[in-house]
């Protein structure tokens, strides 16, 4: 099995949409940290597991700088936002999603792997 990991810095802004006061429901901005993990037992023609800036592209490029309520189709809370970096990325099996150093959201799709 091959396994790679990228580490993103994705600088954006959100609000949740909450049922309770909260200041997160104000809009507010973090420099996010995501780390995408991705696995194949078999490596693609050009001998990777996943392209690097493919995954870039796809969440760094298309989030950062942004206001995240606009961005994507939910409350764009931190475990929300792992599970769709997941899905964004082909081989991708786990997302950590960092809003702030004490803060971070881990979604992956095995069952055993809650390690953050």
């Known amino acids: 099995m091959y ?4 580490r993103l810095e994705v600088a954006g802004c959100h609000h949740l949409e909450l049922p309770y006061p909260s200041k997160c429901s104000r809009v507010h901005g973090h420099n ?8 194949s037992e078999q490596l693609n023609a050009e001998g990777m597991v996943v392209d690097f800036n493919v995954i870039k592209e796809r969440i760094h490029t298309y989030l ?3 206001d995240f309520n606009e961005l994507l189709p939910f409350n764009p809370t931190a475990e929300n936002i792992a599970r769709w970096c997941v ?3 082909p081989n991708c099996y786990k997302a950590k999603v960092c809003e702030s150093e ?5 979604y992956s ?3 055993n792997d809650a390690g953050l």
């Open 64 to 66: 950062d700088h942004g």
């Open 102 to 106: 004490n803060n971070t959201a881990l």
């Open 32 to 39: 996010w940290i995501i780390t995408i993990y991705c696995r």
């Open 3 to 6: 396994y790679i990991a990228k």
């Open 87 to 89: 899905e964004q990325i």
């Open 109 to 111: 799709i095995d069952d």
